[in-house]
């Protein structure tokens, strides 16, 4: 046999040594994957303190936050869903039981947190590997009533009720109605305000049909109303010289939950120039 020959003989029988079950290089370990995560399907509702159904917006209310805790792990992690859609499914979570909490938020919530109301916990959620669990349904119950503080000024040096020659606007009278956005329906609201060092104090009902004439109000009597349906709301603020609206306000304003107020001081315009009667 050539030396060749031989060489080749030796290299074949390594090749095929490699190719059997019990030669050549192992195989690789196997990758050790996760398991499949869990989830929850959720769905909440918001009433008022009387149990009727209202929307998100009517609050200002934009999120519902769940908090989740896993007993076999420290801490925790959130889920956010957006209120108006009033259900969601949580993202994945790691098989495990979990303690839940509930807070609904938005603008309309207390300052500095935005936290509207919160719901019953929910304890002991088993979230298995793969499988999706439905939480029972939550119901948000808000205080769905704010109010409202006013400030009416015409920013003259003189003041609102001040005369044209003292540089004031002259008003002589205060018409104020209240409309809900959207629908145009009144809100007969009591507003009341204070005596000043002029002027007397006093109170006016909203009616948006045949609107009363209330004095003139001046910049530091705030008109205040309480009880207020929270929403997105409508004014209309007219400042009267005798019969004529010489001064004129037509801004919208929200009225917060849980007994907030919402603040405004509230430009009058003057009507444009050679109006009559202004």
């Excluded at 709301?233 to 007994?259: E, M, W």
Aim: proline residues 7%; glycine residues 16%.
């Amino acid at each position: 046999m050539s030396c060749m020959s031989f060489v080749r003989g030796v290299l074949s029988a390594a090749l095929l040594a490699g190719c059997g079950g019990g030669g050549g290089f192992p195989d690789a370990p196997p990758i050790d994957m996760p398991p499949p995560p869990g989830s929850f399907d959720l769905a909440w509702s918001v009433t008022d303190t009387g149990g009727t159904v209202i929307p998100c917006d009517t609050i200002g209310a934009q999120a519902v936050t769940v908090l989740t805790r896993n007993r076999g792990v420290q801490g925790g992690s959130t889920e956010v869903f957006t209120c108006g859609t009033g259900s969601g499914t949580s993202q994945g979570l790691v098989a495990g039981t979990y303690d839940m909490n509930f807070e609904l938020s938005g603008v309309g919530g207390a300052s500095g947190t935005g936290l509207i109301a919160t719901a019953p916990e929910q304890k002991g959620i088993v979230i298995k590997s793969g499988e999706k669990v439905t939480l029972a349904p939550l119901t948000f119950a808000v205080d769905a009533t704010g109010g409202i503080k006013l400030n009416l000024a015409t920013n003259k040096a003189g003041g609102n009720c001040g005369t044209v020659a003292s540089n004031g606007a002259g008003i002589t009278g205060t018409t104020i109605t209240l409309q809900h956005a959207g629908t145009g329906a009144c809100e007969a609201v009591t507003f009341t305000f204070p005596a000043n060092a002029t002027r007397p104090g006093g109170s006016y009902t909203v009616n948006c049909t045949t609107p009363a004439v209330a004095p003139c109000i001046e910049a530091d009597q705030q008109l205040s109303a309480t009880g207020v349906p929270s929403g997105a709301y409508q004014l209309h603020i007219r400042g009267k010289i005798a019969t004529a609206d010489c001064f004129s306000n037509d801004d919208a304003i929200p009225v917060p939950p849980i007994g907030r107020d919402v603040v405004r001081t509230l430009n009058l315009g003057a009507a444009a120039a050679g109006t009559p009667g202004c």
